[in-house]
């Protein structure tokens, strides 16, 4: 039996397959269906510093195998997150990681403190690119500069395992990974969703409630791989691979391209369960390839 | 309620209108598990290339003996084409069952009046599931059914086991001429409680009626949504509350949480 343990920044997680943030709630939207036990990890929805409505609807736009969504951070706060949300997830026995976004350096700073008291969150994952919100959000993320900032103001108080979330919608995302990586983050997600757009042609007006959002599910996957492939090369510190992955073989090619970890996202939507059939599919491939640990694959082509 | 997700079998397929619409029978091996009216299931189209999300439908109707799930669809797009295409014997899987229902009023002694379900067009499709437990539970209720030919009136001789029928069509063709809203049984009233589902103008305007009467009243939202279970947060209805899901704390929703401008 193959080893599928991993370990990013120090953590150590039972596989390497988490579901990514704004895809499976708080883990238990999905307990019905699958055993979140069998996760390596959960990120759950963004959380911000002030509760947030989120966007108008329309939020939502099916395109050709994905879709495009303008949710907008829509969440209760932190301490609602604190008080409410967290007495309820905590013992759920894997890696749960929550998403912190923010506005102003500020917010993300007192954000991600307060989240740094919660026992039984090992890990926060910075998200500097949301597209989907007009302050803060992917402009971060989109220069070098407010990239660094950000990620800088919240290592001096986020003292454990920092993951940042990192938005293709730039020129060259092996640039932001090198600048958050020089500031403390232990690890890079990526791609959060690229900015698409939709057109109703018979009422002649855009789909979404903001004109533009973010495209997500198995079309973004091949730009996602390359983004990777690409920044596999370019920093030391884990990558965790999101983008378009919906069965067991698009994970492996993530692994390939030099990531640690796969985050399932937009997939969960089509299948409740496709995230316990990848750890299974990555466990057969190890066994069938005679490979002893995930370790040996990452990279490995 | 506990969510489930499986395989169904298709018993029957029944197009209607030229194809415009058909009626699914599906049935599970084991015993369906309790499915209130107004809830409905999330449908995989697994065979259109140009579907990627799961299709939204509210259920129609539970034959508990023969334990078969029905669902009533309007072909619009590439996903219910290739769904109407679907034969006896092929096998859909759905997740199940979604969303919140219709409240039913449990005691008959606080409805002292008459109940009133209005359906527009294929929005009459949670109505026929709704009308049975009503009349389950000692209710008699009544149907008033708009559509806008006489062809589009769906289902009327289910609907006709379960309560009397009114209908309205916009060209005349069958029952009053004219929407819902102007079919002479609102003006007579007396009605306690009104269902609703269909376009949203359709409810639009029985929700503006029962505003104008003091009659209590719900809706059934079909807001455009992804998951269905609560956690892409795609399908918000802005409500006296906020935004909240439609696919969780709807699809039924009272009229006095929304926030329409009518």
Redesign the interface.
């Known amino acids: 039996m193959a080893n599928l343990n991993i370990e990013i920044g120090g953590l150590n997680f039972k596989n390497p397959v988490l579901t990514a943030s704004?895809?499976?709630?708080y883990g238990s939207?999905?307990g019905?269906?699958i055993d979140l036990s069998r996760l390596g990890g959960i990120i759950v929805?963004g959380t911000t510093l002030y509760p947030r409505?989120?966007n108008?609807?329309?939020?939502?736009a099916?395109?050709?195998?994905?879709?495009l969504?303008v949710?907008g951070l829509?969440n209760k706060g932190v301490d609602y997150f604190i008080s409410e949300i967290y007495p309820k997830i905590k013992d759920i026995d894997t890696r749960m990681i929550v998403n912190v976004s923010g506005s102003t350096i500020e917010e993300y700073v007192t954000c991600a403190a307060k989240i740094n008291e919660l026992e039984k969150i090992p890990a926060i994952e910075l998200n500097i690119s949301c597209p989907n919100v007009k302050e803060g959000g992917m402009a971060f993320g989109t220069n070098c500069g407010s990239a660094s900032k950000v990620v800088k103001a919240v290592r001096k108080i986020y003292h454990k395992m920092l993951i940042v979330k990192l938005s293709p919608n730039v020129t060259d995302i092996t640039e932001i990974a090198r600048a958050v990586e020089a500031e403390g983050a232990d690890s890079v997600s990526l791609i959060n969703t690229l900015l698409g757009m939709a057109i109703d042609a018979e009422k002649r007006q855009p789909v979404l409630s903001t004109v533009t959002g973010g495209l997500s599910?198995?079309c973004i996957k091949p730009v996602a791989l390359r983004m990777v492939w690409q920044t596999a090369k370019a920093v030391k510190v884990p990558i965790i691979g999101v983008g378009g992955i919906s069965n067991w073989k698009d994970a492996i090619e993530f692994i390939l391209a030099g990531a640690t970890a796969i985050q399932i996202g937009?997939y969960?939507?089509?299948?409740?369960?496709v995230s316990i059939k990848i750890v299974d599919g990555i466990e057969n491939y190890l066994n069938r390839h005679g490979f002893d640990s995930i370790g040996e694959l990452i990279g490995n082509m | 309620m506990k969510k489930y997700i499986a395989d169904w079998t298709i018993k029957e397929n029944i197009p209607f209108n030229d194809n415009e619409c058909y009626l699914l029978k599906l049935s599970l091996e084991e015993k369906i598990p309790i499915i209130l009216p107004g809830q409905f299931v999330q449908v995989l189209v697994e065979d259109s290339s140009t579907t990627f999300l799961r299709r939204p439908i509210s259920v129609h109707f539970v034959d508990k003996e023969k334990n078969e799930l029905w669902l009533l669809v309007q072909v619009i797009g590439n996903g219910t084409r290739k769904l109407s295409e679907r034969k006896k014997g092929d096998r859909v899987n759905l997740i199940y069952p979604l969303g919140n229902g219709f409240s039913l009023p449990e005691d008959k002694s606080k409805i002292t009046g008459k109940l009133l379900l209005i359906g527009g067009g294929v929005g009459v499709a949670p109505l026929l599931y709704l009308g049975a437990c009503l009349q389950e539970l000692g209710y008699s209720p009544e149907f008033l059914l708009g559509a806008k030919i006489k062809k589009d009136v769906l289902q009327i001789n289910e609907f006709g086991k379960f309560g009397k029928i009114y209908i309205t069509t916009e060209d005349g063709s069958a029952g009053e001429k004219g929407f819902v809203t102007n079919h002479s049984i609102l003006q007579s009233g007396g009605f306690d409680f009104i269902y609703t589902c269909g376009p949203k103008p359709m409810m639009a305007a029985v929700v503006r009626y029962a505003r104008e009467k003091g009659i209590a009243c719900e809706v059934s939202l079909e807001n455009t949504m992804a998951c269905g279970i609560g956690a892409c947060l795609c399908c918000v209805e802005k409500t006296v509350r906020g935004n909240v899901c439609v696919c969780t704390e709807g699809p039924v929703m009272n009229i006095n949480q929304l926030t329409w401008q009518i």
Do not use: L
């Open positions: 704004g895809t499976f709630g939207e999905y019905d269906f929805k409505e989120g108008n609807y329309p939020r939502m099916e395109t050709p195998v994905g879709m969504n949710v829509q599910g198995p937009t969960n939507f089509i299948d409740p369960t």
